[in-house]
T-cell receptor
C-alpha cells in the first residue's frame, strides 16, 4: 500500500538558518506533490505544488525539490524566522483523477530566535 | 471573503447521539472533502465529493455519512457517535478538475469529543 514518511521528530533550528524537511514515499509514483503548512488547532494552508517533471520549484523563501528516482521531496525554508514555526505536511498524489488525497503525518518545525 | 466554514467549532456529545457537522464554501468549488486528524495518525480522509450528488469513501469512512445536495454544502453525519470518533475534523474544498493539480482550501476545524 502507499506509504508516506515525514520526520516525526520536531526539527529545531536557529533563526536565519535554512530548514530542510523531508517527504519520502513508497509503493507508488505520484505525479504531483503538494506541501501545506498547519498551525496548532488550525486547518492546513497550501504552500506549493510541484509536478514530477519539475525538479525544483521556488516561492519567496521556500524551495521544493522532487526526486522521482529517490522517491523523495525536500522542502527548504531559507533565512528561517520564528514565524515559520509550524507543522508542514506533504501530499504526494497520483495523476489519476480520483478524489483521494493522502497526507504525510507532518514534521513540526521550531525556529528559535 | 473566500472561505470554508464549519459548524460547530467545538462539540461535546455522548455516545449514540446523532450529530451533524456542517461545511459550506463560497468559492463555487466542485470538489469537497472531510478529514479527521488524530495525534500520531495525521490527516486522514473520510469522504469526498467530486460534484453534487457524487460522493465516495476515503480511507476511514466507517461510522460516517455524507451528502452533497448542493454545491456549496457538504455535511458530515455521525449517526451513532462513539468515543473513537473523538477527533479534530476538517472540511476542505478545491476548484481543481484534477485534484492533485490544485490546492485545497481547509476550514477552521471542528473539535469533537464523544463521551
Amino acid at each position: 500500500s502507499q506509504k508516506i514518511e515525514q520526520n516525526s521528530e520536531a526539527l529545531n533550528i536557529q533563526e536565519g538558518k535554512t530548514a530542510t524537511l523531508t517527504c519520502n514515499y513508497t509503493n507508488y509514483s505520484p505525479a504531483y506533490l503538494q506541501w501545506y503548512r498547519q498551525d496548532p488547532g488550525r486547518g492546513p494552508v497550501f504552500l506549493l505544488l510541484i509536478r514530477e517533471n519539475e525538479k525544483e520549484k521556488r516561492k519567496e523563501r521556500l524551495k521544493v525539490t522532487f526526486d522521482t528516482t529517490l522517491k523523495q521531496s525536500l522542502f527548504h525554508i531559507t533565512a528561517s524566522q520564528p514565524a515559520d514555526s509550524a507543522t508542514y505536511l506533504c501530499a504526494p498524489t497520483g495523476s489519476s483523477n480520483t478524489g483521494k488525497l493522502i497526507f504525510g503525518q507532518g514534521t513540526t518545525l521550531q525556529v528559535k530566535p | 471573503e473566500a472561505q470554508v466554514t464549519q459548524n460547530p467549532r467545538y462539540l461535546i456529545t455522548v455516545t449514540g447521539k446523532k450529530l451533524t457537522v456542517t461545511c459550506s464554501q463560497n468559492m463555487n468549488h466542485e470538489y469537497m472533502s472531510w478529514y479527521r486528524q488524530d495525534p500520531g495518525l495525521g490527516l486522514r480522509q473520510i469522504y469526498y465529493s467530486m460534484n453534487v450528488e457524487v460522493t465516495d469513501k476515503g480511507d476511514v469512512p466507517e461510522g460516517y455519512k455524507v451528502s452533497r445536495k448542493e454545491k456549496r454544502n457538504f455535511p458530515l453525519i455521525l449517526e451513532s457517535p462513539s468515543p473513537n470518533q473523538t477527533s479534530l475534523y476538517f472540511c476542505a474544498s478545491s476548484a481543481a478538475e484534477v485534484l492533485a493539480e490544485d490546492e485545497q482550501f481547509f476550514g477552521p476545524g471542528t473539535r469533537l469529543t464523544v463521551l
